[in-house]
């Protein structure tokens, strides 16, 4: 799935804490299945299997089938795009912690 023809934003899969924990736990495991991933969870499988839907749309998770059972795996290609577009802030920040510097070192003169 390319870029410009996934159903749902990258940036908006990964806005809830849930879906972010999930990320967290396949980035840890090659593979997990639902009922694994449910397990870290206070909520049910079909909660769960929703938030993964949205990861899956977003191209940030695949799912096969093995048997009775999916198994989710990380695709973590589109996280490129979250780490492209905090990459052109940080050079904001990084300016502005040097005028910082620049300031303290001149008040302590």
């Known amino acids: 799935m390319s870029e410009n023809n996934q159903l749902r934003d990258v940036f908006d899969a990964i806005a809830d804490p849930t879906r972010r924990r999930l990320i967290r736990l396949l980035a840890e495991s090659a593979e997990m299945p639902l009922h694994e991933l449910t397990v ?3 909520m049910g499988r079909t909660a769960v299997s929703k938030h993964l839907a949205i990861l899956k749309d977003a191209g940030l998770v695949t799912a096969r089938k093995v048997g009775r059972e999916t198994r989710y795996r990380l ?8 780490q492209d577009w905090v990459a052109f802030y ?11 510097n620049q300031l303290l070192e001149e008040e302590e003169e």
Do not use: A, D, G, Y
């Open 90 to 100: 940080s050079k904001f920040w990084s300016t502005n912690m040097l005028r910082l």
């Open 40 to 42: 870290h969870f206070q």
């Open 75 to 82: 695709n973590p290609t589109p996280l490129k795009q979250i």
